[in-house]
Structure formats: structure tokens, C-alpha cells
């Protein structure tokens, strides 16, 4: 019961801090957010992307941006999450009254590692409203993936063509899409 007052309490607080702001700084975020690609928003299927900030070096942002997005691409292709929660209660009388006590701990992680084979900078953004922001959409390459699943040995010849054939239709509707937002 505490947890929910508490995270009520903060909510509204947040709220009532973003409307306390004048229309300067409300205008200022939504300027700074207007030179953010679609597709840095909304990625196309087997990419990812990563954004960093370019601080005087486009060499540095575009290396982070583009390791970002490898990163970002890997956590879709496999991801081990651990977790845990620690839950507490305890009641009881002391002095003649009764107290309760909780405590809830949550706590989590995820690891990547994994190989990518054959990913490539697809498309990429160097922001010029407010802080400039590199973007790279890094995506994997049918070439290099399908050569990947013919070194595949422990694959049967039918399930490696058919996973050429899958991976090869994909490729194709991620191409169409690449192109419908480089015309956007």
C-alpha cells in the first residue's frame, strides 16, 4: 500500500512539474525532438540504433552510434534475463500494538553474447536541432547472413534452404522498407 501512495504521489508530482513549465521550454523540447529520423523512433525488423552525441569528433559518434546499434540488434537476436524479487512482511504486537513492516527488493539484468555476422550501417543522421545526436540504423545483410547458415553443420541441407528462403524474403521486405523511409 505504501508503494502504490508513493508512486501515486510521484506520478502526480511529475505531472504537476511538466505543466508548471512555460511554453518557452515546452517549445524547446519539442524543437529539439523534431530532427529525430522515423526510423531511429521505430526500427525496421533485424536492425537496431544506436544514437550518440557528437561532441567534436563525427569519427567517435559514428563509431559509438553504430556500436549502439550492433548492441541493440544483438539484444533482439538473444538476450538472457535474470531477475529477482525479495518480498518481506512481517507483522506482530510490541507494547501492546500491533505493527507491520514490508520490504520489496527487485533487481535484474540482461546479457548479450552473441556473433553477428554481416551487419551493415543502413542508414545514418546527424541531427542539427539542439545537441547534435549521430543516429545509425544498423541492420543485418542477407549476403553475409545466408553465407553464415551454410557453415551451419549441424543444419540439414532442407532446413538450411529453408531458412535462406525465410531469411532471403525478410531481406527483401526490409529493403522495401529501408527505401520507403529514405524517400520520407
Given amino acids: 500500500m505504501k508503494t502504490l501512495i508513493r508512486d501515486t504521489i510521484a506520478i ?3 505531472g504537476l512539474m511538466a505543466s508548471a513549465c512555460g511554453s518557452d521550454q515546452l517549445s ?3 524543437q529539439s525532438t523534431s530532427d529525430i529520423p522515423k526510423w531511429a523512433m521505430t526500427p525496421p525488423p533485424a536492425c537496431g540504433v544506436g544514437i550518440a552525441k557528437h561532441r567534436g569528433s563525427l569519427g567517435m559518434a559514428q563509431q559509438t552510434a553504430v556500436a549502439r546499434g550492433r548492441d541493440m540488434l544483438a539484444r533482439q537476436l538473444q538476450t538472457k534475463v535474470e531477475g529477482m524479487i525479495k518480498d518481506y512482511q512481517e507483522s506482530g504486537e510490541a507494547r501492546d500494538k500491533d505493527f507491520t513492516e514490508e520490504l520489496t527488493t527487485r533487481v535484474s539484468r540482461q546479457i548479450v553474447d552473441t556473433t553477428l555476422v554481416g551487419t551493415a550501417t543502413k542508414l545514418a543522421h546527424l541531427s542539427t536541432d539542439g545537441p547534435q545526436q549521430y543516429y545509425a540504423l544498423v541492420c543485418l545483410q542477407p549476403e553475409a547472413f545466408a553465407g553464415a547458415l551454410d557453415k551451419m553443420n549441424d543444419l540439414s541441407n532442407r532446413h ?7 531469411a532471403k524474403m525478410e531481406f527483401k521486405d526490409l529493403d522495401t522498407q529501408l527505401e520507403k523511409l529514405r524517400k520520407q
Avoid at 538450411?160 to 525465410?166: E, G, Q, S
Fill in 12 to 14: 502526480v508530482s511529475i
Fill in 28 to 30: 524547446a523540447a519539442r
Fill in 160 to 166: 538450411r534452404a529453408a531458412l535462406k528462403a525465410r
